[in-house]
């Protein structure tokens, strides 16, 4: 008799079994115990089916799929600097008045191209006139006072001649001599108090008719006029300073004044190239170089900034004032030149460059020489040829949303 399964069917003396030994094992074993190996065994199975995804989830399948790769090409390279500035008028005059009075007349607009010396506005000359004829009045008053004294002299002298000779013959005594000589160097002090009188009244009328020239504001420079800050009618109020009535600029030559951050600015010197874009004219490079770099900076929510001014001509007035300049100065350039990400290129602990280029479907160091370097690029001088793939990255790290976690023995 053959023993019974959990079932309790009995198998027949006669019959041979093929079962292997564990399994007729397990087939003795209580329903219960069977039971619970089945779910230990179901559980583990899901265990390491998890931990299998979880891998190829984190470090993820071949070594080829595991890097982001860049191929080496050739272009043309910059390295520059970069600053915001905004354009100006290189020359330009903010034409006051010097005296105070109505603005009684502007004879030209904003817009208007004048030339040198040509009349601008006149401000209401009446009072000064009024004041140059009171000046010349008391000068031609000071001429006739001088004109009598004079004469009076004459006589003095006259007089005082007569009484030497007199004296001479004792005809008149010595008081009396000395009194025409007193009389006479008094009316000689007299006239030099006029003529001193005479030359201050001079200069007097003279700044009298400079103010009343004043009046009349005349252009300084050839230019255009681009703005005006007093209307014809107002008053205009000149004190310790010349009052802006309006500003004439030469739009021919224009400055861009750029500001330079601190770090860079030590990279700039006078004559180096720069180019500039406008916003209007992003398509449009010009061309020129640093005129001046100012010594004294700005500070501008805490940052120091220093302005580099760049000349450029501008015949066709296409760059208008407050234009905002996008500027790039040229530290270096290269033609035709090998380039990879800047991502690529790695240093050792000398400070020696080096990349990982792909062989085979591997990564393989690579010694290398660079050059120019900027925000995107390094030129590449040797050690590397146009079409090798360079690896700048992991894919796994960047599917773990910049968690950072690589492959083990990456790079």
């Given at each position: 008799?053959?023993?019974?399964?959990?079932?309790?069917?009995?198998?027949?003396?006669?019959?041979?079994?093929?079962?292997?030994?564990?399994?007729?094992?397990?087939?003795?074993?209580?329903?219960?115990?069977?039971?619970?190996?089945?779910?230990?065994?179901?559980?583990?199975?899901?265990?390491?089916?998890?931990?299998?995804?979880?891998?190829?989830?984190?470090?993820?399948?071949?070594?080829?799929?595991?890097?982001?790769?860049?191929?080496?090409?050739?272009?043309?390279?910059?390295?520059?600097?970069?600053?915001?500035?905004?354009?100006?008028?290189?020359?330009?005059v903010d034409v006051g008045a010097q005296v105070s009075g109505q603005l009684q007349h502007v004879y030209v607009e904003i817009g208007d191209t004048v030339k040198k010396d040509q009349l601008l506005a006149e401000i209401d000359p009446s009072v000064y006139e009024s004041e140059v004829e009171a000046a010349q009045a008391r000068l031609d008053n000071l001429k006739a006072q001088l004109a009598g004294e004079q004469a009076t002299y004459k006589l003095k002298q006259i007089q005082y001649r007569r009484y030497v000779n007199l004296r001479k013959q004792d005809a008149v005594s010595q008081d009396t001599l000395d009194q025409a000589r007193a009389e006479m160097e008094l009316s000689a002090a007299q006239i030099k108090a006029?003529?001193?009188?005479?030359?201050?009244?001079?200069?007097?009328?003279?700044?009298?008719?400079?103010?009343?020239?004043?009046?009349?504001?005349?252009?300084?420079?050839?230019?255009?006029?681009?703005?005006?800050?007093?209307?014809?009618?107002?008053?205009?109020?000149?004190?310790?300073?010349?009052?802006?009535?309006?500003?004439?600029?030469?739009?021919?030559?224009?400055?861009?004044?750029?500001?330079?951050?601190?770090?860079?600015?030590?990279?700039?010197?006078?004559?180096?190239?720069?180019?500039?874009?406008?916003?209007?004219?992003?398509?449009?490079?010009?061309?020129?170089?640093?005129?001046?770099?100012?010594?004294?900076?700005?500070?501008?929510?805490?940052?120091?900034?220093?302005?580099?001014?760049?000349?450029?001509?501008?015949?066709?007035?296409?760059?208008?004032?407050?234009?905002?300049?996008?500027?790039?100065?040229?530290?270096?350039?290269?033609?035709?030149?090998?380039?990879?990400?800047?991502?690529?290129?790695?240093?050792?602990?000398?400070?020696?460059?080096?990349?990982?280029?792909?062989?085979?479907?591997?990564?393989?160091?690579?010694?290398?020489?660079?050059?120019?370097?900027?925000?995107?690029?390094?030129?590449?001088?040797?050690?590397?040829?146009?079409?090798?793939?360079?690896?700048?990255?992991?894919?796994?790290?960047?599917?773990?949303?910049?968690?950072?976690?690589?492959?083990?023995?990456?790079?």
């Open positions: 008799m053959g023993y019974e399964s959990d079932g309790g069917r009995p198998s027949s003396s006669g019959e041979t079994s093929d079962r292997s030994f564990p399994g007729r094992i397990f087939s003795t074993l209580p329903s219960w115990l069977k039971a619970g190996w089945v779910k230990v065994a179901s559980l583990a199975a899901v265990v390491l089916l998890a931990l299998w995804f979880g891998y190829q989830s984190l470090y993820g399948g071949s070594d080829t799929a595991s890097y982001q790769t860049a191929t080496v090409t050739r272009g043309d390279m910059e390295q520059t600097v970069t600053a915001l500035g905004s354009i100006q008028p290189k020359d330009y006029y003529t001193a009188q005479i030359a201050e009244q001079r200069s007097t009328l003279k700044g009298d008719e400079a103010n009343l020239g004043y009046t009349k504001i005349y252009a300084p420079m050839s230019g255009t006029v681009v703005s005006q800050t007093t209307l014809e009618g107002q008053t205009v109020v000149s004190s310790q300073s010349a009052t802006e009535i309006m500003r004439v600029a030469n739009l021919d030559t224009m400055t861009v004044e750029a500001e330079v951050a601190e770090a860079d600015v030590n990279k700039l010197s006078v004559d180096m190239p720069v180019y500039f874009t406008t916003l209007g004219m992003t398509g449009t490079r010009w061309r020129s170089t640093v005129r001046q770099i100012k010594p004294t900076p700005t500070t501008e929510n805490d940052v120091v900034l220093y302005t580099v001014l760049i000349d450029i001509p501008n015949p066709d007035r296409k760059l208008m004032i407050d234009m905002t300049a996008q500027v790039f100065f040229l530290l270096g350039e290269a033609k035709d030149t090998l380039m990879v990400p800047v991502a690529a290129v790695k240093t050792d602990a000398d400070g020696a460059p080096y990349a990982m280029v792909m062989r085979n479907g591997r990564p393989v160091r690579q010694t290398v020489e660079t050059g120019l370097k900027n925000r995107v690029s390094y030129q590449i001088e040797s050690g590397l040829s146009e079409g090798d793939k360079v690896v700048t990255g992991s894919l796994n790290a960047a599917s773990n949303n910049g968690s950072g976690r690589r492959r083990p023995g990456f790079l």
